[in-house]
């Protein structure tokens, strides 16, 4: 399994972005994808979280009503659509998949992508 991250970039607090992950050499028709970030010198820190099948999203606390969770099952893709950006969503954002139920623990997660860098400044 590999997953590719991508759509990260410099946006101004309260811009928007979306990034991707698309996954190959698996079909996501189960399991779980996680994203999560880590900021300059800090533990990394779970974001959300999505049920390949039915769909069903989470998210932590401190991106809840701003980031959005989805999938494309034909391109076996999810997206994180950030809205209302601010600096301390700086970081590089990763997305990983498990199977069985949802954890928010990163730990859990077996496939990673690389990351992708998303800055939030003005």
Same mark, same amino acid.
């Given at each position: ?39 300059? =010198?800090?533990?990394?820190? $779970? ?6 099948? *039915?769909?069903? @999203?989470?998210?932590d606390? #401190? ?12 391109e ?22 498990k199977? =069985?139920?949802?954890?928010? $623990? ?6 990673? *992508?690389?990351? @992708?860098?998303?800055?939030? #400044?003005?």
């Open positions: 399994v590999q997953l590719q991250a991508s759509g990260g970039g410099l946006v101004q607090p309260g811009g928007s972005l979306r990034l991707s992950c698309a996954a190959s050499g698996c079909t996501l028709s189960s399991g779980v994808m996680g994203w999560f970030r880590r900021a300059p =010198g800090k533990a990394p820190e $779970y974001v959300g979280a999505i049920i390949w099948s *039915g769909g069903h @999203t989470f998210y606390d #401190s991106v809840k009503d701003r980031f959005t969770i989805s999938r494309d099952n034909g076996n893709t999810v997206y994180l659509q950030m809205n209302n950006l601010t600096p301390e969503d700086t970081a590089v954002y990763s997305c990983a998949v199977s =069985g139920p949802f954890s928010r $623990y990163a730990s859990d997660y077996r496939y990673w *992508g690389q990351g @992708t860098l998303v800055t939030v #400044s003005s």
